[in-house]
């Protein structure tokens, strides 16, 4: 794998469907993986860690079951040299509540705030982000 790999942790069906169709349609090349559960999500990027050569762009939902973004940047603090080395993560959110736009910027492992809903140009720019 290389950094052509997006990985989607979101409850919200819809926004899965937005994120498989731009994937589809505009960017072939990138290898996508959903997770419609946070256990799950969560789960997976730990299976990735040992393999120093995977880059990856990570969008993460603020608010899902069965724990937030904050309870899954908590676990993988343990892992944080390793995940910011070799991945990025973008929160994803309808709000534009200041303080979790603010945390958003203040908290280490996490690269950016993007607002829902996602378009072809924020993908791009998600993709764009150097590692």
Not at 71 to 89: A, T, V, W
Request: proline share 5%; charged share 20%; with cysteine.
């Amino acid at each position: 794998m290389n950094s052509r790999y997006l990985i989607s942790i979101d409850d919200d069906p819809l926004n899965n469907l937005i994120i498989n169709i731009l994937i589809e349609k505009f960017f072939p090349e990138i290898k996508l993986n959903c997770f419609t559960n946070s256990i799950d999500g969560l789960a997976h990027i730990i299976s990735l860690i040992p393999n120093e050569e995977i880059k990856a762009t990570i969008l993460l939902d603020v608010i899902m079951p069965p724990f937030s973004c904050w309870d899954l940047l908590e676990k993988l603090g343990k892992y944080s040299s390793q995940i910011k080395k070799n991945f990025r993560i973008f929160l994803i959110s309808a709000t534009i509540d200041p303080g979790v736009i603010g945390k958003a910027n203040t908290t280490e492992l996490i690269t950016g705030f993007i607002e829902k809903p996602l378009s072809k140009s924020k993908i791009e720019h998600i993709l764009s982000t150097e590692f």
